[in-house]
Each structure stands twice: as structure tokens, then as C-alpha cells.
């Protein structure tokens, strides 16, 4: 039995038995109000935040360019720190960059609870990836704040930096940042080190920003979907499943570099024809299997690279992503087995040097019932569906239990200029964030 199905069987049973005491032992002793009881946040302050969010960096394509540690981002994350504050949270920036509004709970020795998500965004992004949860989780403090409702946990409301860039605010929250990591250029030119303390960090200390297992309670993620799954099928709430793994490698092909015009069809030791023939093959040996998994090159680079030369060497990426690490490991094995055959079609050869490994990361079952209950309870069509895409959650599932809730995305389109979701869905998922918080709440 492969761990999609059993927790798709587990989650179902989970769902039906929500209201149960052997789903949510804390209800005991914790019961939150009645959901009709709830307020719902305030959409239209939402959608304005976003509005004057997307100010910052906005491109002449009608998106954002606010990579991380740009002029942009840093104007950003002061807006952001002030719309903290106006929600009546606690402000601080971590040694990481991290921004944090935090709310004393009830009970202040419980773990913290963390909402949330980043601001920055790919080169020529849109207005809406990691910006819909990070202003819906301050709408959603505010909200609480302003209905006078004080969570038995502490509350926290964390803006992770460059997440695009890889992930690193949350990385250096849940993991030790290695110097060669510190190293690394960003898309800004910076290194993570100094993109670190233009941000107000303190990369020297760290340790300052690590979080140990049972420190944190759960953490919950509103996203948009960037994928056409619920705008296809017109559902109003997707409850996440997990968070897929991805693995990218830098693969060089060698062949022999020669002159384009004197060099017969026959005798050459093409790089390029591989590395086509090997894009072709990804693409067959990923299709072959059955399931979600998805293959792709992303970029290719031939050497050296002059019009009348035949490349000598060419050198691309390859990843694979899926829930499950196994058939990730299984798929690039078949792919490297296939690739010998390929490079002998025309005496070249090829190496595989893995350069990043994110686990799958799949979500808690418990919460997964609750965003759908809650959904329900809002009158919100829902279905559970995987992340293709990477988030801050990823790293966050190392150290505690987490959960996401993805709104539609117009035609599937993110990453682009043209990214849009429509501001009832964003409210939807506000509100679904809202319940599911207090239910985490009550029940951990």
C-alpha cells in the first residue's frame, strides 16, 4: 500500500469522524465557539492590503518583479511591518530576516502556532503567490484581535524571506544553514549571508532563529493553488494533501567539439542531439508511469556555443517531483539507465550531479479534516488534491504538524504577470484559515 492511498483512506475516515473525541482529544477540555458564532474576516480590507502590497515592484506586464533582498522586497516587508502592528501584534524580525507578529495566548506555555507565508517574488511574477497568505494571516489576526478572541496558544504571524529563492527563511527556522549555503547568489546578486542583513537579520547568529520539534504546535499555510485543478473543476477550497518532493540535477553531456561545416552528419559526437533526444526521453519515461509525478529540463546551455561549432558539451537540469520519494528515486533511476543508450546513439556521455533534495511533506490528517470541516461549514466546495509547487511548509513539516489551504488560480496560470485569483476566493480561504486556526487551537 504506497502512503497516497493510505492517507487518502485515512483522511476520509478522519473527515467523518470530525466531531468526534478520538479525533480531537483537546475538545475536552477546550471547546471553541460554535462555527455560526465565528466572525468572518474583513475581504474588502483584505483585498486593499493586497492592492497596496502590489505597489512594490509592480512591472510594467501588470505583475511584480520583488525578488528577495531587492530595493523592492526591503520597501515591502515596511508595509507589512506596519499592517502587523495595526492587527496588535508584537514585531520583530528574526537573525534569519524572518518577520514576525506575535500574540500572547492564553495559556503562554503552550507551543506557538504560526500563520503565514512570504512576499517575494519570482523575476516578472504576479500578485498573488505568497501574498494572499501572508495578508490573509494578518487579516486573520486582526480579526481575532478585533472580535476580542485570544487563542489558548500564542500566535504568530511569520513573513519567511526568499522563499522563492529557495525556501531559506523557513530552511534557517527548522535547519543549521551550512557556509556553502551562506554563499550562495541569490537572483538579486546577493548572497544569502548578505541578503540576511539587508534584510535586518543577523546571519552570525542563527541559532537564534532554529526551532526545535515541540516548539512549534502546528503550522497553517493559505496559498494560492498556481496549478488549474480547482478552476477546472469550480471548487472553492483545495485541502492539501502534502507537499511534493524535488529533486533537481545538473547533467553535463560530453561529446567532441568540431566545425560545423566541414564535420559529416556521420562523424560527429553531437552534445546537442543528446541532450534533445534526452529531453524527449524524460518526457516518455515520466509519462509511462502512471500518477501525479511530473518531469521536466528547465534549462539547457551548449559549449561552446558559437553558431558553426558543433557543441562540444552540453550541460541542463533535470527534476522530478511527486509525493512520494520512492518513485522519485525510481523514475531518475530508469532515466539514468535510459540515458547510457542514448549517449551511445552518438559516442557522447553524461554525468548527474544532484543539487537539491526536498523531501515530500505531507500534511497533518487531523488538520486536513479541519480545513474541510471548516470549508463545509462556510458553505465552501472543497477536494484534497497535492502542491506541485514548493512552500515554506515543506521545512516547517520537519519540525511540527502543518496544513495548507489552496484558493483557485484563473486558468492554472502562476508565476506570471497574468497570475489572478478573484478576491471572494481569497476572503474564502481567509475565513477557512480563520476556522481552521481556532479548531488547531482547541484540539492541540
Known amino acids: 500500500m504506497s502512503s497516497h492511498q493510505w492517507s487518502r483512506r485515512e483522511f476520509g475516515t478522519a473527515v467523518a469522524g470530525f ?17 455560526w458564532a465565528l466572525p468572518n474576516v474583513n475581504g474588502a ?17 501588470g505583475g511584480v518583479s520583488r525578488v528577495a533582498y531587492s530595493d523592492a522586497d526591503r520597501d515591502a516587508r515596511v508595509l507589512v511591518q506596519q499592517l502587523l502592528r495595526d492587527a496588535k501584534l508584537d514585531v520583530s524580525i528574526d537573525a534569519a530576516g524572518n518577520i514576525i507578529g506575535r500574540r500572547t495566548g492564553s495559556d503562554p506555555a503552550l507551543p506557538c502556532i504560526i500563520i503565514g507565508s512570504h512576499i517575494d517574488s519570482v523575476p516578472e511574477g504576479g500578485n498573488y503567490d ?13 480579526t481575532l484581535g478585533e472580535a476580542g478572541i485570544t487563542t489558548r496558544h500564542p500566535l504568530e504571524v511569520v513573513i519567511w524571506q526568499n522563499e522563492e529563492g529557495g525556501l531559506w527563511g523557513s530552511h534557517a527556522a527548522t535547519a543549521v544553514l551550512t557556509e556553502a549555503e551562506l554563499n550562495t547568489v541569490s537572483r538579486s546578486g546577493k548572497t544569502i549571508r548578505d541578503g540576511i542583513a539587508f534584510l535586518g537579520g543577523d546571519p552570525a547568529h542563527l541559532e537564534r532563529t532554529r526551532r526545535a520539534k515541540g516548539s512549534v504546535a502546528a503550522y497553517l499555510e493559505l496559498h494560492i493553488e498556481q496549478g488549474g485543478t480547482l478552476d477546472q473543476q469550480k471548487k472553492q477550497i483545495g485541502v492539501v494533501e502534502g507537499i511534493v518532493g524535488i529533486k533537481q540535477w545538473e547533467v553535463t553531456i560530453t561529446g567532441f567539439a568540431n566545425h560545423a561545416g566541414t564535420t559529416a552528419m556521420g562523424e560527429r559526437r553531437d552534445a546537442m542531439l543528446t541532450a534533445a533526444r534526452f529531453t524527449e526521453m524524460v518526457n516518455r519515461v515520466i509519462r509511462a508511469t502512471p500518477g501525479r509525478q511530473v518531469g521536466t ?17 552540453v550541460v541542463l537540469t533535470l527534476e522530478i517531483r511527486d509525493l512520494d520519494g520512492k518513485k522519485i528515486d525510481t523514475l531518475f533511476a530508469r532515466i539514468k539507465a535510459e540515458s547510457t543508450k542514448v549517449g551511445a546513439m552518438n559516442d557522447t556521455a553524461f554525468e548527474f550531479q544532484q543539487f537539491t533534495d526536498n523531501i515530500p511533506a505531507p500534511t497533518d490528517l487531523r488538520i486536513r479534516a479541519m480545513v474541510a470541516a471548516s470549508a463545509r461549514e462556510l458553505g465552501l466546495s472543497n477536494i484534497t488534491l497535492p502542491s506541485g509547487a514548493g512552500h515554506d511548509a515543506q ?13 483557485p488560480s484563473l486558468k492554472g496560470i502562476s508565476h506570471a504577470p497574468t497570475e489572478y485569483s478573484a478576491p471572494e476566493d481569497i476572503t474564502n480561504g481567509a475565513n477557512v484559515l480563520l476556522h481552521t486556526l481556532l479548531k488547531v487551537d482547541a484540539a492541540f
Do not use: T, Y
Not at 130 to 142: D, P
Open 19 to 35: 466531531f468526534g473525541a478520538s479525533l480531537l482529544p483537546g475538545l475536552a477540555h477546550a471547546q471553541p465557539a460554535p462555527w
Open 130 to 142: 505568497g501574498q494572499v497568505g501572508s495578508m490573509g494571516a494578518i487579516e486573520v489576526a486582526q
Open 395 to 407: 521545512d516547517l513539516a520537519q519540525i511540527c504538524p502543518v496544513g495548507m489551504i489552496f484558493v
Open 297 to 313: 529540463v528547465g534549462r539547457i546551455q551548449a559549449f561552446p556555443g558559437a553558431p558553426n561549432v558543433i557543441p562540444g558539451k
Open 45 to 61: 480590507r483584505l483585498n486593499a492590503h493586497l492592492e497596496q502590497l502590489h505597489a512594490f515592484g509592480k512591472n510594467p506586464q
